[in-house]
């Protein structure tokens, strides 16, 4: 590939975020994957694993816990996402889609970099 190629694709990503290649944080990645899930279920039912993590049922609702499961369940899934790209395939619908993304992000990235140690409020990672 080249230089001009891979400069251009990389500008025409967004932020990225990388799974830590550290064994007891990733068991706690997947246990906070598990409480956003616990917490979508407890407001309209279970959603069904097989199902794409983004194709929930409308009345869910996209909340700060839904696009906080959506981005660590593919994180975890990938092992690294470009954040503009995720933005795409969920379908953001307005601006307060957009923030609770964003959001999203935001404490999911805190968690990969130094276990959210610098988060306030939450129930952080256990």
């Not at 899934?77 to 889609?97: P, V, W, Y």
Request: hydrophobic share 35%.
């Amino acid at each position: 590939m080249s230089k001009e190629k891979n400069q251009s694709e990389q500008k025409s990503g967004g932020p990225k975020i990388k799974l830590p290649n550290d064994i007891r944080l990733n068991e706690q990645l997947h246990r906070k994957l598990a409480e956003y899930q616990k917490r979508i279920d407890e407001g309209v039912g279970e959603i069904s694993p097989d199902d794409l993590i983004w194709k929930v049922p409308e009345q869910v609702g996209r909340t700060s816990s839904f696009f906080k499961h959506a981005v660590l369940a593919a994180l975890i899934k990938r092992g690294e996402i470009d954040t503009f790209e995720l933005s795409r395939e969920l379908g953001l619908k307005n601006a307060a889609e957009l923030e609770n993304f964003e959001k999203a992000c935001g404490v999911i990235k805190a968690y990969v970099t130094d276990g959210g140690k610098n988060l306030i409020g939450g129930t952080g990672l256990k």
